[in-house]
């Protein structure tokens, strides 16, 4: 079975400033996807970014990269120039390529404060 | 515009009563579709898979009877909570996979907030 841990509950940052959000996950798979969601108060779930676990290569969205290491099984998300908007709860999930159910973490609640 | 859209977003129901969540594909066909529950300020669990034209299939710990789940057509999907307790209110939310050959993408749909009282 797969696993997801985010070991931080809560992140807090000032706006422009970078922040990092860690993840680990486990699996037995070779070929999957990573993802990061963005939940704010709304509830609306927002994907920031996703990872093919077969390129090496970190993806990449404007302000929203991640460091993906896989024979660490880390995914981790940093947010540069942190805006108030970030201000969210972010999960880290997993998906086999087979394409089943995406497995969440417990969530990160990220404040943002000016 | 929504890609995935669930209804109603918000519902009251006695308790001792169903009430029926619908999760809708807009934009493509959807043989998957996934229902979740959140509780407040935690993480998203799986309930169930929901598979076109067959059975659901159900998480541990997930009472099937109580929870039923239709998928009927490749658009729809519905969640019906049976004899619904105080216990049962939450988040509930679907997400639906786009097919391979769109990306396999998973779109979420805007969630039902359901109180039983």
């Known amino acids: 079975a797969q696993t997801v841990t985010q070991s931080q509950p809560e992140m807090s940052v000032q706006e422009a400033e970078t922040v990092t959000l860690s993840c680990t996950y486990d699996?037995?798979?070779?070929?999957?996807?990573l993802f990061w969601y963005k939940q704010p108060p709304s509830r609306q779930m927002i994907l920031v970014i996703r990872?093919?676990?077969?390129?090496?290569q970190n993806a990449t969205e404007n302000r929203f990269s991640v460091n993906f290491q896989k024979a660490a099984k880390s995914f981790s998300l940093k947010i540069s120039d942190s805006q108030l908007g970030d201000t969210a709860m972010y999960f880290c999930?997993?998906?086999?390529?087979?394409?089943?159910?995406?497995?969440f973490g417990k969530g990160t609640t990220l404040s943002v404060s000016s | 515009g929504a890609v995935v859209s669930q209804h109603p977003s918000r519902v009251i129901c006695k308790s001792g009563t169903s009430v029926k969540i619908e999760c809708r594909s807009l934009?493509?066909?959807?043989?998957?579709m996934f229902w979740y529950r959140q509780f407040p300020k935690q993480s998203l669990m799986l309930m169930a898979t929901?598979?076109?034209?067959?059975?659901?299939?159900?998480e541990q710990g997930v009472e099937k009877d109580k929870f039923l789940i239709n998928h009927a057509s490749l658009t729809l999907s519905t969640l019906t909570v049976t004899s619904a307790h105080p216990e049962d209110s939450s988040f509930y939310i679907c997400?639906?996979?786009?097919?391979?050959?769109?990306?396999?993408?998973?779109?979420f749909g805007e969630g039902s907030w359901l109180t039983v009282v």
């Open positions: 934009d493509f066909q959807a043989t998957t």
């Open positions: 999930a997993f998906m086999k390529k087979t394409g089943t159910a995406l497995i």
């Open positions: 997400s639906a996979r786009a097919p391979r050959d769109s990306g396999n993408t998973i779109y």
């Open positions: 929901s598979n076109e034209g067959s059975k659901a299939t159900y």
């Open positions: 699996t037995s798979e070779s070929n999957y996807y």
């Open positions: 990872q093919e676990a077969y390129k090496q």
